[in-house]
């Protein structure tokens, strides 16, 4: 391993072969993608956030949300909901069963989200977080439950360590902590020390979450919490190599022959067009450390049909990244 930080990582049950994990992305980190992340080392994948009650009343949002493929191993399922019989179900579904570990979202922000009660809302209730990981742990049948929450409801006022301890009592095998209010949204800085507390807290796995993208930053994060693992969510997009490059000795990849690879997976789900349109999104990251990321924006506005992306591709991304 790259740095001292890095090692396995053992959640309940389950030993990951490293602490790096691929946090859920919602748009970005589908079945493909996730895939790719596993291909490149990821100690554990995470699904994109996935409704209870959806998955209780078999929506076909969701029976996209939760495909996956056998390579993608180990492997998380991350799902949100309030209510504890929906998320008891939920975790009884027999789809389920191809996942290791079963996540729930403790840290939406968004208004649709937090308007119904679920999110990061349940951090202003650690009654009812309890309740939900005993829901939870009683229909997963024996496989881990974990947390992934944030510091906080309101800015500058942390919960995380009594909502941790919470879900720690209810019987989570891991908590992971984003360490922003959900004021913050996406934006300003994570504030570590907030996971250093909740890790000083707990007896199970804590995961530090926020602006980790290399060795350095990962290193920094290390000491300020002490955490058993690392979790990478903005820093992966784009870049599912990201893994091997903090996992691996140095390396080179080539950007074009990853994205073939990613609309290869792909089309085992997905019809041609909506590949063109999935593809479209993800260009962007791949390209961001171009200098083409809005030629490939414009030449890619229309297009519908794999060929024409591959041409885009061919045209800008032939590019090779050492690490
Ligand atoms: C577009 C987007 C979608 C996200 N979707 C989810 C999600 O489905 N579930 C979740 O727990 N966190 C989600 N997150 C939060 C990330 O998992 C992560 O906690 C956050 O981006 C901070 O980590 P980073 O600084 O490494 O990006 C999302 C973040 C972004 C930017």
Redesign the pocket.
């Known amino acids: 391993m790259l740095s001292e930080y890095i090692k396995p990582l053992t959640i309940g049950n389950v030993t990951l072969k490293n602490n790096i994990i691929a946090?859920?992305?919602?748009?970005?980190s589908d079945f493909a993608f996730r895939t790719l992340c596993s291909r490149f080392g990821a100690g554990l994948t995470v699904t994109?956030?996935t409704s209870a009650k959806g998955l209780c009343y078999n929506s076909k949002a969701t029976y996209e949300l939760i495909h996956t493929t056998e390579e993608e191993s180990p492997k998380c399922i991350?799902i949100f909901g309030c209510e504890p019989e929906f998320i008891e179900k939920a975790c009884r579904d027999e789809r389920l069963s191809k996942f290791d570990i079963i996540d729930i979202?403790m840290?939406?922000p968004m208004k649709k989200i937090v308007n119904n009660g679920e999110g990061s809302a349940l951090m202003k209730n650690p009654e009812l977080i309890e309740e939900i990981v005993k829901a939870a742990v009683r229909g997963s049948n024996g496989k881990p439950v974990t947390v992934?929450m944030r510091a906080g409801y309101v800015m500058g006022y942390p919960t995380a360590v009594e909502c941790a301890i919470a879900a720690q009592d209810g019987g989570a095998s891991m908590v992971a902590i984003?360490a922003r209010y959900r004021d913050q949204m996406?934006a300003g800085e994570?504030d570590h020390t907030i996971t250093a507390k909740v890790k000083e807290a707990l007896s199970i796995p804590v995961i530090a979450?926020?602006?980790?993208?290399s060795i350095p930053s990962l290193e920094k994060v290390a000491k300020i919490t002490n955490a058993d693992g690392f979790?990478?969510?903005?820093?992966m997009l784009g870049k599912p190599w990201i893994f091997e490059q903090l996992t691996d000795k140095h390396n080179e990849i080539n950007i074009k022959s990853v994205i073939y690879e990613h609309i290869e997976l792909l089309k085992e789900l997905y019809s041609e067009p909506r590949i063109a349109n999935v593809m479209k999104g993800q260009l962007c990251y791949y390209a961001r450390n171009t200098r083409h990321a809005k030629a490939i924006r414009m030449s890619t506005s229309q297009i519908k049909d794999i060929e024409s992306l591959k041409a885009v591709v061919d045209e800008y991304l032939d590019v090779n990244v050492l690490f």
């Open positions: 946090a859920p992305v919602a748009g970005f994109e956030l991350q979202n840290g939406c992934k984003h996406y994570a979450n926020g602006d980790i993208d979790m990478i969510g903005r820093g």
